[in-house]
């Protein structure tokens, strides 16, 4: 029986280098998850398991992993939401699947997470009008509205991005930060992103 031909040792080679050379880009910047693709409730859930389980053998003192861990949640809630660039239909209020990204890191002593994923351009004034006032309030005025916001009953166009934003607002040790950058060639798209410093 004929044995498979091997691939050319340079491919091979090749093939580890750009491996190695993403691993090495990560680890310097200290890179400890990284997900790029569709997310929907079910991968969610296991990228959740997972991180949990990293946390917890990290050794972060349990506030810090628990701050983590609902912010990584909120965060794949919203591109599960409001991400433009789904593979089930828009009016699908369920099972949705949508694409974008997630990052935890460590800068400067600290955790944050960084969240990106594209929404339509009419999107962007709701969402600033959202974000922006957290970024003044105390921590006892976002603990405030946190409660507020659970007490109140949700409009029905919301899919409980308030509390999202909240609940990083309140689990942040500064105050969130976000842009909107334009998609080239796509006037109607923008991409959003969110960091958050634990």
């Not at 990106?116 to 974000?131: D, F, H, S, W, Y």
């Not at 308030?162 to 334009?182: H, K, N």
Request: glycine content about 6%; hydrophobic content about 35%; charged content about 25%.
């Amino acid at each position: 029986m004929n044995q498979p031909e091997l691939a050319p040792l340079s491919e091979h080679t090749m093939i580890y280098q750009q491996y190695r050379d993403f691993c090495e880009a990560a680890r310097q910047r200290h890179v400890i998850f990284y997900y790029v693709g569709y997310f929907s409730q079910h991968i969610v859930g296991a990228m959740a398991d997972a991180l949990k389980l990293r946390l917890e053998v990290s050794g972060l003192a349990g506030p810090t992993r628990r701050k983590l861990f609902s912010s990584f949640v909120e965060m794949a809630q919203n591109i599960i939401h409001y991400s433009d660039d789904s593979l089930t239909p828009p009016d699908l209020d369920n099972h949705e699947v949508r694409h974008g990204s997630v990052c935890i890191g460590i800068e400067n002593d600290q955790y944050y997470l960084l969240c990106a994923n594209p929404i339509k351009r009419g999107l962007e004034a709701t969402l600033r009008q959202t974000v922006e006032p957290l970024r003044t309030m105390t921590l006892e005025e976002i603990k405030q509205a946190y409660k507020e916001a659970l007490r109140s009953e949700s409009p029905v166009d919301s899919k409980g991005a308030g509390v999202g934003f909240l609940t990083m607002a309140r689990d942040a040790s500064e105050p969130l930060e976000f842009e909107f950058v334009p998609m080239p060639g796509e006037p109607d798209r923008s991409m959003f992103y969110i960091k958050a410093i634990i």
